[in-house]
């Protein structure tokens, strides 16, 4: 089992300061399996998003005091800091982060940017090569979810409350409230706070939606309320996402059994449970996305951990374990069939790969 090497703050273990490193004498972390240690990121705070964008180049980490950091994801270099004055008067943890979808016709200046949810309620639209905020909305709530269209035309925050806003992309302005009907004996919505959610990849009006009450929510962005839901999933992160290939869903709850579930999208019925790890019958699921084609990644609170779990036999294939907190965000690059992937727990970035084994 490899133990992992922390830097000094500011550092990362690829930029040429092996000298500095500072051998971590405590029980873990510990990698195991099929997966390498790139890089360690240590920030300023605690981490509680972070985000790859779309072509792997940079790695946006939002932490508990409101900032975020942009990093190169090829060296762990930061390379800009984003703070204004509302999000340093107010000191609340970045929640969510999403970078904008672009085009080849679009100009320049509007590829660099991304879209941030806080738990403040505010919403930032920032451009993030030269760090200034282009946009800012108020939500009267904590802002939690945060979903993009396909198409890039639009955006959906969730939080709080029962309360779904779409967005225009271009113009920033809400052009729908989503919500579940007065009546208490139909279940189009949610009932209680909401905390993930995600568009269809290849339906450009079709997202969904999970949180505290059990339910995945169908929505289509230009009806009021949802369209159609299934029971089952106790959604606390950012643990719901859809494989368009396959059109299957796969959702993350943080309770002791039953955490990793596959399901189908247009039936709405189970696929199969994902078991826990042998020696960790707690799960207790905070974040996890499909992998590539072939694996899962899920992380959470049960024993400081995150693990790859193959999608064909359900077999965990590699973890890191013992970190300093439990796992409250993480992502991948997307990029070839062994993706990168940056799991976030404490105030540390850990970047790995996994990688086939003879």
Partial sequence: MQRVERPRSGMS??????????????????????????????????????RFNYDGSLLAVGLCDGSIKVHDAGNGRLLYNLADEDTQRMRLPVTQIRFRIFSDTDKVEYQNMLIATYASGIVKIWH????????????????????LSPLGSRFVTAG??????????????????????DSREIMDGHRQRIYAAQYHPSTPNVFITGGWDNTVQYWDDRERHAVRHFNGPHICGDSLEIDAEHNHILTGSWR??????IWDFPSMKLIKDVPPEPLNECSLVYCCQWLGRDSIIAGGSCMHMARVIDRGTLNTTGQIVELPQGVYCLDNDRQGHHPKIAIGSSKFIYLLRGEKKS
């Fill in 128 to 147: 993030f090569t030269s760090q200034k905020c282009l946009h800012t909305i108020h939500e009267v709530r904590q802002t939690l979810a945060l979903a």
């Fill in 256 to 261: 002791k059994s039953r955490a990793l579930q």
């Fill in 160 to 181: 709080g409350d029962q309360q779904i806003h779409v967005y225009d992309e271009e113009t920033k302005k809400k052009i729908n409230t989503l919500e579940p009907s």
């Fill in 13 to 50: 273990t690829s930029t040429g300061y092996g000298d500095h490193i500072q051998q971590e004498f405590k029980t873990g972390p510990f990698i195991d399996g099929n997966l390498k240690l790139l890089d360690t990121i240590e920030c300023t705070n605690d981490i509680l998003c972070c």
